[in-house]
């Protein structure tokens, strides 16, 4: 992607991510931002530059440049961009992007080539298609709140931005889809996804399940509501994740707990059993596990083949050998050199370049270079569009 020109409108997390990813693939990647700046700037902790980690997660590699979209000139400016662009990301609501000129429609007239993309909540069609949509929003629309936690509480969040974050990466996906079928032949594409459509197919299982049996999963907690025992239980020193996923794997994780009597308790034999008796067996396993500290039990349970991992904290995560050797705590170079840590990237490809990884831009960084670089103009022209409010 070392060649490809990517015209990155969106904000906040979903249409950020995704133009990341393309920057971390090699893409050059122009952040048009507001003049007032992508709203996520002013979310979360600050670094010591006084960037937002929040915008600093989605939005390393890329140039930034502000851009009122609102100025009657702004198409003096985004349309040149966008004829010499490959990809256009946006995520503003469907009538606020016809009203701006950035849907596709409009920049798919200005570039017949270009690839489109289009990020909503709620989908572009239907008599939702202009609500606004934010990730906690579609956690409690599509009923994974109504799965979350344990069964006699209330709704609980999911503790991070999954659907945003999946959206991102279904639009990378859409996005490189159009740009295979572009280098066949098909020309340009409009791409389009959301957070909606992506809530649907991450309910998976649970949804299937009351599509074709009308059973609606329950929240378990730590647990998931098919299987018995695989959830959390507290050990004498912090809490750990251990399971049985099928009746062999049960008998060997009684082995490895030191209660092989379980295993041919009539009551809890096969999975059906175990379920019908969640409420007896549960409270037994507790009080085996307080007995020991996790890594006891770890050490136990691998040895048994069973699978097992302690409920980590995220600085133990992030610290943990594992994570560091499949590269996904990196360091990204601010523009004075100074280095920063940040995420790797979720998938690796051998000729992928990932080598000079730049840290997220201040706003309008590199407005004025882009304008010379890109459009040509000089100090004066720059000036008067300046002074014009256009940016």
Known sequence: MKNLQVVDLSRVLAGPYCAQLLA????????????SGDEN??????????ISCNFASVNRGKRSLTLNLKHEAASEILHPLVRQADVVVQSFLPSTAAKLGVDAATLRAVNPDIIHCSI?????????FDRPGYDLMMQAFSGVMSITGHEDDGPVRAGTSFIDMTTGLN????????????SKGAGGASVRVSLLETAVSLLGYNAVAWLQTGVLPRREGSGVWHLVPYQAFMCS?????????NDVAWRRFCTALGCDEYALDERFVTNDMRLANRAV????????FRAHPVQHWIDHFEANGIAVSPVNTLNQFLTHPQVIANEMVIEARKEDGRATKVLGMPFKVSNGPMADVLAAPKLSAHTDAVLR??????DRRIGELRARGVF
């Open 237 to 245: 020193d912090q809490f750990i994740l251990a399971g049985a996923t």
């Open 120 to 128: 909503s909540g709620y989908g572009e069609r239907g008599e939702l």
């Open 281 to 288: 067996l549960v409270p037994l396993l507790e009080e085996r």
């Open 373 to 378: 670089e890109r459009l040509g103009m000089d």
């Open 24 to 35: 971390d693939m090699g893409a050059d990647v122009i952040k048009i931002e507001s003049p």
């Open 41 to 50: 700037r002013l979310w979360g902790e600050r670094d010591e530059d006084g």
């Open 171 to 182: 639009a990378y996906s859409g996005i490189l889809t159009a740009l295979i079928a572009r």
